[in-house]
């Protein structure tokens, strides 16, 4: 089953000639994701990795009943790809784009009010995997293997690192989700979570935070109203400085959560075991 | 970006909030002169980090031989690492009472927050924390900006109506540093009204996206070569690096910020502390593995370095030629212990025990292993 992303998924790739959005589309073919075109303006009518290349998404939803999309656009034009898209009708817009401007993403999420079907993950992520069907962005599939543990994160590398780490001992993945590491993000943890909670077919799930904001707080209060999930959960950068703060405006407005500390607090409280390094994550779900 | 005191005054009297006279010195004379000018000044120790006030670096001068003496003491001291380049000397304000007015990035609303209290000043966080609803919020629509009516409500919830006239439109002379400038903070900190009604920023802070700079290269021209920060900081980034220096003595290389956080975790609880942070990003490539290296190398505090890499589209192998001959270009001699894994882990890690590098299973060994070749 896995979540978000599934056999009949068809997807597009927004920004598919350029060296990035090229070579990872490669790559999803590979993973056996359903490409079924790209997006880029003045190169429509024209066809690239064996798909036909679109000037607008609008086009691109009409002629291929593209449902999904993979954002590989630079930063200063990938907020207005992510509106086409949501414009077009698109479900599920998956943003790897690095370095959007913060203001830009305010309003997309303001945008995005207007169209409750339209899911957004990242930006700044390495999109996600669902081991056996297919993959939208960067997650390299190599490491991964089909089975019943539901991955949420917002980082990369720690991501493939504990997916290779759960492939070795044994232990297969459902979906693997990274949110991304922006201030402005779409998908939440608590998203992420409800979307697992509701898949028969994952009964693990690992959730990988960072130190900043407070959606793991806020997984947490999810996870503590019970769950049917086995939920282990890291969080990186405990021992990290503190920024140095110019102003009081972020603290009035974050007050005393975002550290490591009430991150994990927050966890142990909803019953939820936090392993401290990546290795005891595998450790933690492989136990009982 | 984050700006001094008197570069958010600049930037923020360009758009029209009212500033109280004042100059820039970089050396005491300068202070004398400026005092002579504009009577009685505040000399105010120009860093880009809060706290200043208690740290002894705003002093008051009636005179100008006290702004003279002020400045010497002020200019080079330090304020929680930074050196203090400048001082600003700034007129005395006639204050009637200190409000506070700021916005910032609210990263759980996803959106604006503007902030406004009558009860202004450096205790705002101590406000926020035991009386909140003493702090009016209004989180306004991104495309149009706040309407009047809604800077009115907030001026009423802040206990603050009577002034509305004159705060609807400083408020959205400050909002234009949004749309204008990218700010994702700034801050009238006390933003001081006098006793003839007037309002005038006392202090003011501003910091600006840096995904946005290529928007306002004005700015970082203008601002960007005031500061002295950490040379190690001020290289990586001539090297495009994402560096942070810590004060521990083992360098730290990793891919991905998650995994080189998580790295700098293990380190501390091996009984090590890291001298930085350096994210080299998912493809962890050879000439930015040299680039690096070469920073850290830079701090003669390093006595050993630890990089933690995990490759998912980069192959081992290239990772580890990579290395071997940075290492070699450098002429590094430090102890180097190399945590590789992913993608052609096996060859990877072979071409570095044939370079007489130490290789480790894992991150937890490759901490532990640093720590004591460190000690």
Known sequence: MAILLHSGTRVIVQGITGREGSFHAQQMQLAGTGLVGGVNPGKGGTTHLEVPIFNTVAEAVRETGANATGIFVPPPFAADAIMEAAAAGIGLIVTITEGIPIQDMIKVKDFLKGFPEACLLGPNCPGLLTPGVGKIGIIPQRFASPGPVGIVSRSGTLTYETMAALTDVGMGQSTIVGIGGDPVLGLSFSDAIQLFESDPETTHLAVIGEIGGSDEERAAELLASGTRLRVVAFISGRTAPEGKRMGHAGAIVSGNRGTAKTKEEAFRRAGVAVAETTDEIVELLTKS | ?375
Not at chain 2, 22 to 36: F, I, Y
Not at chain 2, 47 to 74: C, F, H, N, S, Y
Not at chain 2, 187 to 215: C, M, S, W
Not at chain 2, 282 to 302: F, Q, R, S, T, Y
Request: aromatic letters at 4%.
């Open chain 2, 1 to 375: 970006m984050k700006l001094l005191e008197y570069q958010a005054k600049e930037v923020l009297s360009a758009l029209g909030v009212p500033i109280p006279p004042g100059r820039v010195a970089r050396t005491p004379e300068e202070a004398a002169a400026a005092a002579s000018d504009l009577g009685p000044v505040a000399v105010k120790a120009q860093v880009p980090v809060g706290g200043r006030g208690k740290a002894g670096g705003i002093k008051l001068a009636g005179t100008p031989d006290e702004a003279r003496l002020a400045a010497e003491q002020i200019i080079g001291m330090d304020i929680k690492g930074f050196r203090v380049p400048l001082v600003y000397c700034e007129g005395a304000l006639d204050i009637g009472q200190e409000v506070y007015l700021g916005f910032t990035v609210d990263r759980d609303a996803r959106a604006n927050v503007l902030m406004l209290s009558a009860k202004g000043g450096m205790e705002i966080e101590q406000v926020a924390e035991e009386s909140p609803e003493a702090i009016a919020r209004l989180y306004p629509n991104p495309w149009r900006g706040p309407l009047d009516f809604e800077l009115n409500q907030l001026a009423w919830e802040a206990g603050l109506g009577q002034q509305a006239r004159a705060l609807v439109p400083l408020v959205k002379k400050l909002y234009r540093a949004i749309t204008e400038y990218d700010a994702v903070t700034a801050e009238i900190n006390p933003l001081v009204i006098t006793r003839q009604g007037e309002l005038v920023a006392g202090d003011a802070k501003l910091e600006t996206d840096e995904n946005a700079a290529f928007r306002h290269r004005d700015l970082e021209e203008r601002y960007g070569d005031v500061l002295e920060g950490d040379p190690y900081e001020m290289e990586a980034k001539k090297r495009n690096l994402t560096y942070v220096s810590l004060d521990g003595e083992i360098g730290i290389i990793g891919n991905g910020a998650g995994l080189c956080m998580g790295t700098l975790d293990l380190v501390q609880r091996a009984g090590g502390r890291a001298a930085n942070f350096c994210d080299i990003g998912g493809g962890a490539k050879a000439e930015v593995v040299e680039n690096a290296l070469a920073v850290i190398l830079m701090n003669p505090k390093v006595r050993g370095v630890l990089m933690n890499v995990f490759g998912g589209i980069t192959r081992g192998d290239e990772v580890a030629r990579g290395l071997v001959q940075a290492r070699d270009s450098l002429g590094m001699s430090l102890p180097l212990v190399v945590r590789l894994s992913g993608t052609n882990q096996e060859e990877g890690r072979a071409i570095l025990e044939q370079n007489g590098v130490a290789p480790a299973a894992s991150g937890w060994e490759a901490a532990q292993k640093i720590v004591e070749l460190t000690r």
